[in-house]
Every structure is written in C-alpha cells, then in structure tokens.
C-alpha cells in the first residue's frame, strides 16, 4: 500500500489525521472521562512525542553508524575491539521511541472516545477503565475495523517488544555486521530462554537467532505511523456518519510540516540494507520528492529487497550483558543459517 502525503494537495507532509481531526463539529463531540482533550489537541500532544523520539532515534543512528566507520579497517578488521559504548544512546533512544510508539496507539483510542456521548450507555460500561476496552463494551462502531487493520503492527511486532521490556525484565541489546565501509547495525530484545540462557528473546526472535537492523526497521515503523494516522480517520468517518449520517471532509493545513519534513528528510538518507534473516522479509521504503519546496513523500509496505542477497565475508559483533549469575549468553547469528554464516 502506497501512502502519499503532498505539500500541494494536503499543505503538510505530516500524518493524514491532522487534516481531519479539526473540521469535526463540535456538537458531535463528548470529553467524557476517557478523553479530556480536543481529538486535535490529543493527535497534536501524541505526534510531539514521537517527533522527540524519531528525531532523537536518527541522530544516535547516524551517529553510531558514523563511529562504527570510523572503527573499522579498511581490511575489514576492528580498530578497538570494545565499541560497545557507542550502543548506550541508541538503544535507550530506541527503547523510549517503542514505548511512544505504543502510547500513540492508545492516544487514538483516546480520540475515538471523544465520538462517544456517554449519556445513554449503560451502567457497567463506567467501569471499564482502559479506552480500547471500553470502546469494546460499548460496540463502538468502527472499532473492529480499526483493530483489524492495526492488528498486525500492534500484536505481533510492537506488543512482544513492549511487554518485555515492561514485565519480563527484557533488555534491548546492540549488535553490528561490518565488512570495510559496509557497517550495518541493529538490536535485538535479551531474555533468558527457558534453560536461562540468555540471549534473543524467544517472544520476538522465534529462532533465537536473529534480530532487527535500524536501515529496515526505521522506516518499517514511519510507515506505521502514517499507517495509523490513515487508519484512524477511516474509523472516525465511519463513527461519525454511524452515529451522525455527518460526512468528514479533510481541509488544507500546513500543521506540524516542518518537523515531519525533518523526520522524512533523515530518515530518507537511511540506506537499504538487511541483517541475514531480513533479506527475505518485506520492507518498507521511503521516497521524498522536493518540486522546487513542494515536497511530496511516498510510503510503501510491502516491498522486497532486490536482490535478496546478503555479502559474504560479514563479519558481527555484539553487546554482551551477563547478570552476574548466568555464566552462558546466545549471540544471534553465530549460528549458521541457510543464508550463510558469519564471524
């Protein structure tokens, strides 16, 4: 699926839901005890973390890649054997971007609450304190279509990381392909498995022997973002015209442009590259057009790496943690795989 955002069209490049959000009357809102604020002013407070996160996450990304370069031999071999140093910021930016990342999908229940006049639900729906599940109890029109189209994003890739890192005392953990000027970095979540061994989280790295690069990852969650912001303003539509028959239609505005053109601008230098694992597996990507200070951005997902081919000769390295008990950890791809093996 293809998502464009055109400074000519829509007067930002930002999330669709900026257009939107402001132009729904306001007799058809209700700031109930789930959602206090204006659906704007929730979406606007919601992207300003993100914004923070994404701009935080791209500086110690380039930065890292930047000090990993200049460690690496033209060889191939490692001036300093400890860089692990280096990994410190980047994945604590990571770690609160996924956090914010999850808070972003609960903001957008927030603004689907604002929908709700709660003057006639019943009694015991008053009780039900998360947003999402009281949506539920109260058979929220465009909830299961909301749900289903975020589904994927939501359950299977953010909600494993999140609830490790929140409940199962999961740590994320760096690691680093490099061969000459081709240095390729990424992490993975550590959890002891049931041996307690530690090493790739069995929740998220089925096969205990992968992990996530940033050149993919990135851009895999920009898109989701702009994913959401698309999928949000087809559940409030379709909310407003059930409860309503009101039709929403979008206005021209220049919100929050310049910080998404930022975050689009970095993110678009990111280059294509893959950890073994990855170079089967669907990517999104990212093309930002500049007509003379007209920008336009295109989002895709799914699209393949081609070709689907990872280098000989790779050689990687990760950050290890012991616990001070543990006396054995897995380091993900030291293990060979059908894509070959590495050092």
Known sequence: MDIVRS????????PSALNYLGEIPKQYLYLNHHARRHPLGIYNVSLEQLEKDFDKLLAEYFGNLKFLRENVHIDGTLIRDNLSEGYIDLLEAQKSFIHSLRSHIDDCYTVLATLVDVA????????VTFTDRWLKAIQFPSLSAFNASISFYKNDYLAPLVNGLKHRQSRLRGLFFYKRAD????????????????????????????????????????????FISDALVGAVKAALDHYHSYSLKPTKTDARNDKWLNILRKASEIHSSAF???????????????????Y??????????????????????STIHLDGVGLSYKIPYLQRTKYGGVR
Do not use: W
């Not at 073994?276 to 007209?294: K, M, V």
């Open 296 to 317: 336009c951005s295109v989002l895709r997902y799914p699209v393949l790496m081609f070709p689907p081919r990872f280098p000989q000769g790779m050689k990687v390295m």
């Open 183 to 226: 240095v390729r970095v990424g992490y993975f979540l550590e959890e002891p498995d049931v041996d307690g061994v530690a090493g790739p989280s069995p929740n998220v790295h089925k096969d205990r022997n992968s992990a996530f690069s940033f050149g993919r990852d990135i851009i895999f969650n920009l898109y989701h973002v702009y």
């Open 7 to 14: 400074f000519e069209q829509d007067g930002t490049i930002a």
């Open 276 to 294: 073994p694992d990855e170079i089967e597996r669907s990517f999104a990507c990212l093309t930002l057009a500049d007509n003379s200070g007209l």
């Open 120 to 127: 006639n639900l019943p009694n015991k729906a008053a009780n």
